[in-house]
Structures are given as C-alpha cells and as structure tokens.
C-alpha cells in the first residue's frame, strides 16, 4: 500500500521561503507521477503542482507559476516543493498526492483531484504578512 508522508510546513513571514518534503513507500515510486494541491479553511481543494515519474515534465497552478518548483529525487524516493515569494494567501493545508504515470502528462488532467490514488496527511503553511 502507498504512503505518503509530509513534512516542512511552518510559519514564515511573506517574502518568505520553505520546502516541503514528501517521502514516498510502499511501491514503484518511478511508477508514479507526483502532485502537490493545498486546501485553505472554507475553500476547495486546489491543485499546486504536479510532475511526471521522471521530473522532467512539470506543471503549476496559475497562482503560484514562478514562484513555486516542483521536484524529485527517484533514489530518495521524495518529491519536493520550493515556495519562494510567499503571500500570505498561500496560507493552506499541503497535501502530497500519488498517480500512477500517464504517459501523456496532460495539465488537465493532472490537475484534477480526481485524477489521484493516494494521498498524504497534509503538512500545514502558515503566511503571516
């Protein structure tokens, strides 16, 4: 069984910068494309980020494209996120979540929560401005 586990999440002041981790188990972790979504109080889950098995293909939610990067390391089996620029409506749970890789790597379809097996616990960001 997959299992996600976060960690990294914090209290920062805006301007400010973290990385989340995400460590990986329980199988292929190649196998797998990897997304990051975050979920503020009284809002719908919304999609982050996301890359293929490999890392080489990426892509972003429009609210944090530039300031946000998306990766992983296959021997650690972790994907991470840098958060740089912060603001203070970044503020959010992150969850980490798991699919298995789709050859086409659409944006549309990575987006979408739907789209994805597993999930982690959530770490919590906190922006203060």
């Known amino acids: 069984q997959v299992q996600l586990v976060e960690s990294g999440g914090g209290l920062v002041q805006a301007g400010g910068s973290l990385r989340l981790s995400c460590a990986f188990s329980g199988g292929p972790f190649s196998s797998y494309d990897m997304a990051w979504f975050r979920q503020a109080p009284g809002k719908e889950r919304e999609f982050v980020a996301a890359c293929n098995w490999s890392g080489t293909r990426t892509t972003y939610g429009d609210s944090v494209k530039g300031r946000f990067t998306i990766s992983r390391d296959n021997a650690k089996n972790t994907v991470y996120l840098q958060m740089n620029s912060l603001k203070a409506e970044d503020t959010a749970v992150y969850y980490c979540?798991?699919?298995?890789?789709?050859?086409?790597?659409?944006?549309?379809?990575?987006?979408?929560?739907?789209?994805?097996?597993?999930w982690g616990q959530g770490t919590q960001v906190t922006v203060s401005s």
């Open positions: 979540t798991a699919d298995l890789t789709s050859p086409s790597f659409s944006r549309t379809a990575r987006a979408d929560r739907k789209g994805y097996d597993y």
